[in-house]
Structures are given as structure tokens and as C-alpha cells.
Nanobody, 114 residues
């Protein structure tokens, strides 16, 4: 049974940094693409970053140059390093696996405010 547990969210000041983690279990982690999504209040969920099996990476224009996605296949973990945070980055952040398109974890709240 797939399980994704996000952590690392919190309150950050504009210009600050946070690193999110996602612990994965229940599937062969290294064999699937992984993504980070976010959903701000009143807005639709959007993909912010994706990492492919070959470690290629894609980013939404809104986070390019500020966020870095990475994965540790030995530990079944996904990360999102967020720098130069902006108030518009405030959202609940979710990790997601191509193993199961319908599964979503609880997410982790990121709030950027002074």
C-alpha cells in the first residue's frame, strides 16, 4: 500500500529557505517519477517540480532558479529545497508518485510571511 509522508513545512520569512522531505513506502520508489505539488487557498493544485528516473528535473516557471528537487533512492526519500521564498509560495505542499495517480498524502503547510 503506497504511503507518502511529507514533512519540513513551517513559517518562513520572505527571502528565507525551507527544505521539505517526503518519506515513501509501499512501492518501488526508484522505479517511478516523483513530483512536488502545491495548493494555495482558493487555487487549484499545481505541480512545482518533477524528477525523472534518470534524475532529469523540471520546474514550474514560478519556482525555477529558487527551488531544487532531489531524491535519495537508497532511503526512499524525496526532497524540495526552497530558497528565496516569497509570500506567493504559501501553500500546502504534497509529494506525488507516478506509481499511483490517485494517491495524495496529507501534505505539509508552508507559510511565507513577515
Amino acid at each position: 500500500q503506497v504511503q507518502l509522508v511529507e514533512s519540513g513545512g513551517g513559517l518562513a520569512q520572505p527571502g528565507g529557505s525551507l527544505t521539505l522531505s517526503c518519506a515513501a513506502s509501499g512501492f518501488t520508489f526508484w522505479a517511478y517519477h516523483m513530483c512536488w505539488y502545491r495548493q494555495a487557498p482558493g487555487k487549484e493544485r499545481e505541480r512545482v517540480a518533477r524528477i525523472f528516473l534518470g534524475m532529469q528535473k523540471e520546474y514550474a516557471d514560478s519556482v525555477k532558479g529558487r527551488f531544487t528537487i532531489s531524491r535519495d533512492n537508497a532511503r526512499n526519500q524525496l526532497f524540495l529545497n526552497m530558497t528565496r521564498l516569497k509570500p506567493d509560495d504559501t501553500a500546502v505542499y504534497y509529494c506525488h508518485s507516478s506509481y499511483d495517480d490517485d494517491y495524495w498524502g496529507q501534505g505539509t503547510q508552508v507559510t511565507v510571511s513577515s
